[in-house]
Every structure is written in C-alpha cells, then in structure tokens.
C-alpha cells in the first residue's frame, strides 16, 4: 500500500468507526457487532502504526487514551463561563419569571433542563473537529483536559452534516451509577476505599493524569449549550435539537430531559416531575435549570458579575435530618484503613431508621469540628450511606468534648500511619492485627476466590478464637477432630468443612492469586498476572519493569506486588500453601487457545452433545467471556433445544449472531 492509498484508508476507516460510534453510543442503534467493531479499530491501528505521518489528533484510536498528562495548561475561555444563580424556594423562581417579564415586553418561553450533577465542560469545534476541552475552573479560565475528554465515547471527535466553522459546546460530564458502583466493587476487591459520590470521583477522573485509566472508568456526557453558532436557530431549545444532528448526545425531549413551555405552570410541573423521579434515573441529578428560551430576549436580560439573568437553577433539597452524635468508633477493614463511624441517635431518614454515618477520616471530623452530642444534621443526598454534613452549633453544650482521632489501634494497639498523599490512616500490623487477620482469611474463602463450602464469617471467627488458625494457610492443616468440638458444629458439618477444603485445593492458580489479598490485586488483575506469569514463582521473583509491562499494571499495583513478596512471613505463608496442594501455577488445558479473546457469550437451552457447563468451560478455555443477558455487545448466542423465545427474539431485535450447537463445534474448530 502507498502513502496516498494509505492515506484515504485511514480517512475512510476513521468515518465509518465514528459513524458506527456514535449509532452505539449516542443512538443506541448499532448496526455492526462489537467483535467487528474492534477488528476496524485494529485495522486502523496497525494502518496509523506503519504511516504515522496520516495520524489524526481526532482519530478513533485516541478513544482508548494512553497520553499522559504531567500539567493541565490554564486556557481562558472566549466565553465567559459563569455559574447560574441557585433556589431553593418556588417562590423565588416565580419572582425570577416577573422580574424577567418587566424587562421583556414580549411573552416568554422557557426551557427546563436537569441540572446534571457533573463537571461543566466547554468543547471547541473548528472544520468539525474537536480541537479543545476546558474545565468552567474559576469562570474566566479554566484546565484543558481535551486528552481525557477525548476518550468519553459519547463525546464526537468529528461532526456530520450542517455544522458551523468555528464553536463551542457546553454541558456536563457525569458518572453514570452503573459504572461508578462497578468501580467501587473493584475497590473493594482490591481493599481500596470507596469513592464517596458519582459527582467527585467524575471529577477527580476528569483531571487524572493517564488517560487511559480514564477511559476505562466510563464518564458519560450531555452537551446542550451551543455558543457561537449564530443564526442557526432562534432560541436555546431549537438549537439543542440541531446540534444532534451534528453528532452530538443531547438531553432527549422524548424521555423529558429537556422541556419547553409558555407559562410559570409549565416549569413548576417539570420541577414536580423530576423532584419525584430523579430517584429513577441512571445517573445523579441535583435541581432543574430554567433558562429564557429566545436568544434576542436572553440577550436584553443580560447578565450579572457573576451570573446570567435569563437563567436559573432550582436544586432539590437534599434529604435531611437533625440527631445527636452519641460515639465515634473505629473499624479496622482488610487493609488496616481505619473507618471512624458516627453512633447516632437512631432518626428515620428516606424511609429507613438511620443509626450511623460514615465520617470517612480524619480530615472530615476536624472539617465538621465534631464533639460528642453534638446535634448534626445527616443527609443521604448522593452517597452510598448517610454523612453528617454539619452541625447545630447552638445546641452544643459548654462542656462536651471534642471528638478527637485516634492515635493507635483500636483492634491491636499499633502506632497508625498515614502514608503521604492519602487521606486513610492504617493500621500497619497487617500480620497480628485480629480484623486484618480475620478479613484476610474471610477474603480468602469468599466467593470469587477458593469458595470454600461450609465456611463463613461466623466460622472463622470460630476457629480464630480457638487458636486454631491465624493466616489462610492454617486452614489446611486443620483436622476433624479440630472442628467438631466448635459451637454449633455437629459431625455433618464438620466433614463438610473438612471437604469443602479439601475441594478447594482444585481451585485456578488465578483465583488462588486473588484469594492472597495482595493490596489493588482485584479479580480481573490476578488473571492478567496469572496469565503473564504462569506461576506464583516467577510473579514473586519479577521485576518491577517486568510487572508494569503486563496490561493494566501500574507502578502503585507494582510496588504492593513487590512489597508483599518481600515479606518473610507472606513468603512462608504461600510456601505452606505450595505444600498443601493449591494451583500455583496455569494449568493449560486440552485444547486451549485465545481465537475466543474479545468475544463474549450467551449460552442457553438444552444440547445433545455438550452440557452447558462443558460449553461454557469451552468458551473460557479458548479466551472468551460468558454472559448471563444478550445485549448488543454480546457477540454469540449459543442456543439450544428448550430456549426461551424472548431471548431468541431479543437477540434477533439487536441482530446477535445466533449459533446452533453444531455451530458452535465448528467455530470451535475453526
């Protein structure tokens, strides 16, 4: 291929997978499979790879991020980026609609839009391309964060049909709830603290310095603010709509994202509306923006110093109530993060009995100024469980004492740390402390790891207290005779602990790898170092440079790694599970490949020759991924006698291939 053939490939290839982005992401409408979707992306990867010269900054291969950021450059924004004035009150909203009516002699219309709970963003466009995106930062300038946003896939790097020369678009970048929980989940598996609300950690992944990581994490966006598009429309609403069909995700009218209406009745009913099901929606919200629809009106109302006259934001109240803060207690998590928590004087608060609040660290306690009896004001808001967001300052008695933190551990006694740059004081004795230890061994029987029938929470807590275990590898030096004597430990249940250890030992050197609790080793990267590794020797003896060239491995994961096989009570801990009998190493089975890699399947029915477990072992051993849902990213489903006819027609609807039994033996073989 030469350089001018080369050339229009690449062009040609960038616009079919920005069309087909934008039908996934934007219209929910594919018309090609995930699967094809990347081998399009990898064809103009390898192209961009051997002609370099053709690369475009608004490439679809930019979607994946990978820049990294060491500063953001302050950039002053050509408009203005100011805030909108806030209420509370409907009153206040109606005294804003008479005050707009005494300056515009012509009736009004307005626009209702939610106030999504984001980052604002401004985008700049010049020939369709996206040049430039800047944070609102103090009004006047703001960071530009184009590298990150660029790879928000709802976010156009090229536009379609009728677009001006040269604008800028501003809306807001959010969290979606499904995404933000499912990072929270892998925090969790990997003993991190959880992120608090969608609205920050949007935030703090927008000014992250790899892009990458930025990518994976799934910001969303709505954009419906169009600036320097003259002439294209008459008013706000109008031009919103247009701008979709330039390409860009705009709030959709039909689902009442974004509403027009002539009278003060129209936008107290949209207000109602969304009081009422905001709960309902995908994502957080915090009010409704009610702007002036009519450009010539919006510009005799004007502006103040620090607003716009001819808009304003209505915020919901966040769900409120006042109690008295009886204790502070510490608990000591896996990692040995200590986790002050708030004993509060039981309040019904959104429906339930609320009787503690997170207070999340040190910071916060001394933020609030807490003392004990205090009279605090709880909300539930945005997060994940109630906070304590202030004070009654004139219900505090003279003589309560203020709530200071701790200096040592509750648990152990030992000193606590708080390593540079995190807010999370710990507990260093992670070997003896009783919660660290106790967490250890429960991480390493749960679910996702070596699954152990027969033993719990409750059991190990049991056996812990007996002195019959005090890291996981006692646990398979444990006898009959050890555990029968347990409280409410009868014969039967005591050979079926017995077993389920034993089963155990036939669990995958990854699950194993995950059981170990290696801090920010989740479940999905024990199977990228098991898979790069092979086996538990070669991980504990790598490199630091041999484990950040493993996918996803970063320098924080890389240095835990390190760290827990540099200690002489860990490495004795997994040389007795070595000689116990646990996989600590892959085992390649008959018949394993990855012509499966990057394919996921639905598999459901009755078949003839395999179970459906054999089917699913199959997929996995070939590098696939089962599915429990068809959805449009599902690329097979695999069907059998006796399956449902809403799944098939579900899977006709999105056009998923679907796959006889003998189908799916010769894709197999193929």
Same mark, same amino acid.
Request: net charge negative.
């Given at each position: 291929m030469n350089n001018s053939e080369a050339k229009l490939e690449i062009e040609r290839?960038? #616009?079919?997978?920005?069309?087909?982005?934008?039908?996934?992401?934007?219209?929910?409408?594919?018309?090609?499979?995930?699967? /094809? @979707? /990347?081998?399009?992306?990898?064809?103009?990867?390898?192209?961009?790879?051997? @002609?370099?010269?053709?690369?475009?900054?608004?490439?679809?291969?930019?979607?994946?991020?990978?820049?990294?950021?060491?500063? @953001?450059?302050?950039?002053?924004?050509?408009?203005?980026?100011?805030?909108?004035?806030?209420?509370?009150?409907?009153?206040?909203?109606?005294?804003?609609?008479?005050?707009?009516?005494?300056?515009?002699?012509?009736?009004?219309?307005?626009?209702?839009?939610?106030?999504? /709970?984001?980052?604002?963003?401004?985008?700049?466009?010049?020939?369709?391309?996206?040049?430039?995106?800047?944070?609102?930062?103090?009004?006047?300038?703001?960071? #530009?964060?184009?590298?990150?946003?660029?790879?928000i896939r709802t976010i156009p790097l090229q536009l379609s049909n009728d677009f001006p020369q040269d604008f800028e678009i501003r809306g807001e970048i959010f969290f979606p709830l499904k995404n933000f929980h499912a990072l929270n989940e892998k925090r969790r598996e990997s003993g991190d603290p959880e992120f608090a609300n969608p609205r920050n950690t949007a935030s703090g992944t927008l000014k992250m310095q790899d892009s990458k990581v930025v990518s994976e994490r799934g910001l969303d966006c709505f954009l419906y603010g169009i600036y320097g598009a003259d002439g294209r429309a008459d008013g706000h609403f109008e031009l919103v709509e247009k701008s979709s069909e330039w390409g860009f995700k705009v709030p959709p009218s039909n689902e009442r994202y974004i509403e027009k209406t002539n009278s003060v009745q129209g936008v107290m009913d949209f207000i109602n509306y969304w009081d009422e099901k905001r709960k309902d929606l995908p994502f957080e919200i915090d009010g409704v923006v009610i702007k002036v629809n009519n450009y010539d009106q919006q510009e005799i109302l004007g502006f103040t110093a620090k607003s716009p006259r001819w808009a304003i934001a209505y915020k919901f109240k966040a769900e409120r109530v006042e109690t008295i803060l009886e204790e502070v207690t510490y608990q000591v998590g896996r990692t040995g993060a200590i986790t002050p928590v708030a004993n509060l004087k039981p309040v019904q608060l959104g429906g339930t009995t609320v009787k503690r609040a997170s207070l999340h660290n040190a910071d916060q306690i001394e933020k609030l100024n807490l003392h004990l009896g205090d009279s605090v004001y709880v909300e539930k808001g945005g997060e994940i469980i109630p906070k304590i967001v202030g004070v009654n300052m004139d219900a505090r008695s003279t003589s309560s004492a203020s709530v200071e933190f701790l200096n040592h551990c509750p648990e152990c006694n030992s000193e606590l740390i708080r390593r540079e740059g995190e807010v999370q004081h710990y507990c260093p004795n992670e070997l003896d402390c009783p919660p660290q230890v106790k967490g250890k061994i429960e991480h390493f029987i749960s679910r996702k790891a070596l699954n152990i029938d027969g033993l719990g929470a409750e059991t190990v807590d049991a056996l812990f207290a007996a002195e019959l275990i005090k890291d996981i590898a006692d646990l398979f030096t444990l006898t009959f005779d050890d555990v029968v004597n347990l409280d409410r430990m009868a014969d039967k249940s005591a050979n079926n602990l017995i077993d389920g250890i034993a089963a155990s030992k036939e669990i995958p050197f990854e699950r194993v790898l995950f059981g170990l609790g290696i801090r920010f080793v989740g479940e999905t990267v024990a199977k990228k170092l098991a898979k790069a590794f092979k086996n538990i020797d070669e991980l504990a003896k790598a490199s630091f440079e041999d484990l950040i060239t493993v996918d996803e491995i970063g320098d924080k994961i890389a240095m835990s790694i390190q760290a827990f096989f540099w200690e002489d009570r860990n490495k004795e801990v997994v040389a007795r599970l070595k000689e116990a009998g646990l996989q600590m190493e892959i085992v390649e089975k008959e018949g394993s490949s990855n012509k499966f890699e990057g394919l996921s399947f639905v598999v459901s029915g009755v078949f003839e020759t395999f179970s459906r477990n054999d089917l699913k072992a199959a997929i996995e051993s070939n590098g696939g991924k089962n599915v429990g849902s068809i959805s449009a990213k599902t690329s097979f489903v695999v069907a059998g006698d006796k399956m449902g006819t809403s799944k098939l027609q579900k899977a006709t609807d999105l056009g998923v291939k679907i796959l006889s039994e003998q189908e799916f033996i010769q894709l197999l073989k193929d």
């Open positions: 290839l960038s #616009n079919e997978l920005n069309r087909h982005n934008h039908l996934y992401y934007v219209e929910s409408n594919p018309e090609i499979s995930d699967y /094809d @979707f /990347d081998m399009l992306l990898q064809q103009l990867h390898d192209l961009e790879e051997q @002609f370099p010269e053709f690369v475009s900054d608004q490439s679809p291969t930019k979607r994946v991020g990978g820049d990294i950021t060491k500063k @953001f450059q302050s950039v002053t924004h050509k408009y203005a980026m100011l805030s909108l004035s806030n209420s509370y009150s409907k009153d206040e909203i109606q005294e804003w609609v008479t005050r707009a009516k005494k300056f515009v002699e012509d009736d009004l219309e307005y626009v209702c839009e939610l106030k999504y /709970d984001g980052v604002a963003i401004g985008i700049q466009y010049v020939d369709g391309k996206l040049v430039q995106a800047v944070t609102r930062g103090d009004g006047s300038q703001g960071e #530009n964060v184009t590298s990150n946003v660029k790879t």
